[in-house]
């Protein structure tokens, strides 16, 4: 089967512009995650979809980030302005569902840096 | 808010020695436990997960993991490493309830097995 797509691979801009990155999850998985992962760190999600709603957006910071699910299949997730802080690897995954046993399938992410 | 720590960020060993990477969390309801695995090079995939019955779980290419409910862990072991499980290992926990459940990731211990 198909993996998780993500596109672009590597972005670089400048502080203060805009980026977004775009995701194709598995088919039938209902559930998409988008993480950032800076260097060193593990994976911080952003946002879980659940189909098109929101599950948990607690740690997306909402001020300048911002995601859609809008059919329930593909995702964005845009930021707007960038700061440097935002240079990071950013992971979709999805699973078959938000239960809790259920496995993440990862794509390759966006490697994003910011200027 | 959940937590999870792994205390080894750094591990190296040679070929044949024997592995135990820690990781604890702080939730102390019902959690379910994964570790992942990043090859170089690669996506993020699971490599063991626990979601109930044995606490002993097998996972491929040897792994096992133990959890221990009165110790909040859920250690990663394997008896003989090899140089191509050289990698970066990420244990994540989900919690939640109903058809919800909400992803938290270690900071990952990275291991480097000489030949």
């Known amino acids: 089967e198909a993996g998780v797509a993500q596109s672009p691979r590597y972005k670089i801009i400048e502080k203060r512009q805009s980026v977004a990155f775009w995701c194709n999850p598995i088919?039938?998985?209902?559930?998409l995650y988008w993480y950032q992962q800076i260097l060193g760190q593990g994976p911080k999600l952003l946002i879980q979809f659940q189909n098109n709603g929101v599950v948990d957006d607690s740690q997306l910071p909402k001020d300048r980030f911002s995601a859609e699910r809008l059919k329930g299949v593909d995702s964005t997730l845009k930021i707007q302005p960038a700061k440097l802080e935002d240079s990071a690897v950013y992971l979709c995954?999805?699973?078959?569902?938000?239960?809790?046993?259920?496995?993440?399938?990862f794509g390759p992410g966006t490697r994003l840096t910011v200027l | 808010a959940q937590s999870v720590s792994q205390h080894n960020h750094h591990v190296i060993l040679s070929e044949a020695a024997s592995l135990e990477l820690g990781c604890n969390y702080s939730?102390?309801?019902?959690?379910?436990l994964f570790w992942y695995v990043q090859y170089p090079g690669q996506h993020l995939q699971l490599l063991l997960k626990y979601f109930s019955g044995d606490p002993l779980v097998k996972g491929i290419k040897g792994f096992e993991a133990e959890f221990i409910k009165s110790k909040f862990s859920f250690n990663l072991r394997k008896p003989s490493v090899q140089w191509s499980d050289t990698a970066e290992y990420f244990c994540a926990v989900t919690q939640g309830s109903g058809g919800s459940y909400i992803p938290t990731f270690g900071r990952g211990t990275s291991l480097i097995v000489h030949p």
């Open positions: 939730y102390g309801g019902t959690v379910n």
């Open positions: 088919s039938g998985h209902a559930t």
């Open positions: 995954a999805s699973s078959l569902s938000s239960g809790g046993g259920n496995e993440q399938f």
